[in-house]
T-cell receptor, first 112, second 110 residues
Framework: NAGVTQTPKFRILKIGQSMTLQCAQD?????MYWYRQDPGMGLKLIYY???????DKGEVPNGYNVSRSTTEDFPLRLELAAPSQTSVYFC???????????FGQGTRLTVV | QKEVEQNSGPLSVPEGAIASLNCTYS??????FFWYRQYSGKSPELIMF????GDKEDGRFTAQLNKASQYVSLLIRDSQPSDSATYLC??????????FGDGTTLTVKP
């Protein structure tokens, strides 16, 4: 039972570098989400997708991009990393409006 | 105004007491409401969801929803030290957007 798999688990980036956080789910869920969680805070929605080929901005999309070419994968791209993007990133997937979201184990990103 | 607001906490209750967690939301079109528990350094995990007005009970947990007041709550009866965690309220709108509150940290003291 893989569920939602995020890679990498940890990463240190230098200011101005770029990277892609990978997220894959094997539950055939239509809904997928990217959140960031700063220390002591809740989850802020970055982007979400309601199906392959469909993405939409959340609360804090600036500095990030996403794509959803397949049902399974929902990568998050960081361009020109900044210290303000230091956070824990969670990917989640869900089957629909009235079903729970299943979370990956998170990616701890530090930008120095 | 934040889309989802929770009582700020932290909340501390003695073992065996009732813990009450509250959440309000701004979007009247919101359809489903979730409570997640998050232990330090871990991913959120679902405790309960509710989408109809009224109460929903599951063991020691009761979720209450009042759509007219745009209010959802979670009661934890007979609180245990293992319930000590951060509790996150999440609200999903009809476009599939799922938004979280900032969480309430609960400590249950033995």
């Amino acid at each position: 039972n893989a569920g939602v798999t995020q890679t990498p688990k940890f990463r240190i980036l230098k200011i101005g570098q770029s990277m892609t956080l990978q997220c894959a789910q094997d539950m055939n869920h239509n809904y997928m989400y990217w959140y960031r969680q700063d220390p002591g805070m809740g989850l802020k929605l970055i982007y979400y997708s309601v199906g392959a080929g469909i993405t939409d901005k959340g609360e804090v999309p600036n500095g990030y991009n996403v794509s959803r070419s397949t049902t399974e994968d929902f990568p998050l791209r960081l361009e020109l990393a900044a210290p303000s993007q230091t956070s824990v990133y969670f990917c989640a997937s869900g089957g629909g409006l009235n079903t729970e979201a299943f979370f990956g184990q998170g990616t701890r990103l530090t930008v120095v | 105004q934040k889309e989802v607001e929770q009582n700020s906490g932290p909340l501390s209750v003695p073992e065996g007491a009732i813990a009450s967690l509250n959440c309000t939301y701004s979007d009247r079109g919101s359809q489903s409401f979730f409570w997640y528990r998050q232990y330090s350094g871990k991913s959120p995990e679902l405790i309960m969801f509710i989408y109809s007005n009224g109460d929903k009970e599951d063991g020691r947990f009761t979720a209450q929803l009042n759509k007219a007041s745009q209010y959802v709550s979670l009661l934890i009866r007979d609180s245990q030290p293992s319930d000590s965690a951060t509790y996150l309220c999440a609200v999903t709108g009809n476009a599939g957007k799922s938004t979280f509150g900032d969480g309430t940290t609960l400590t249950v003291k033995p």
